[in-house]
């Protein structure tokens, strides 16, 4: 199982970034895909969730509006569009997957997940 995370960069305050994270080694379709962040000094949190088929999406409270988690199936690929970016927002940005269902409850808990991607920075300045 690998994933491969990237799009990070350096941007200014209300500025865009689309995050990718690209899957090998597993059926991708079948498995759902979340984003988490970690800022220096604090504990990994999730930011979205997209479940195997698309049908079920999740967001923290803080991003809803912002940013927006899709599949690309042709490109075994699960990206995170990032608008209207905030100094809030600067963190390392993780994919991960997991062979076990995922619940709305536990998604955003990191350590249900078991497959971690290598992240990538995100750093938004005013």
């Known amino acids: 199982v690998q994933l491969q995370a990237s799009g990070g960069g350096l941007v200014q305050s209300g500025e865009s970034l689309r995050l990718s994270c690209r899957a090998s080694?597993?059926?991708?379709?079948?498995?759902?895909i979340a984003w988490f962040r970690q800022a220096p000094g604090k504990e990994r949190e999730g930011v979205a969730y997209i479940s195997s088929n698309s049908a079920n999406i999740y967001y923290i409270d803080s991003v809803k509006g912002r940013f927006s988690i899709s599949r690309d199936r042709a490109e075994n690929t699960v990206r995170l569009q990032m608008n209207s970016l905030k100094p809030e927002d600067t963190a390392v940005y993780y994919c991960?997957?997991?062979?076990?269902?995922?619940?709305?409850?536990?998604?955003?808990?990191?350590?249900?997940?078991?497959?971690w991607g290598q992240g990538t920075q995100v750093t938004v300045s005013s």
């Open positions: 080694g597993f059926s991708f379709d079948h498995f759902p």
């Open positions: 991960a997957t997991d062979f076990e269902p995922v619940t709305p409850a536990t998604w955003s808990n990191p350590r249900r997940w078991d497959y």
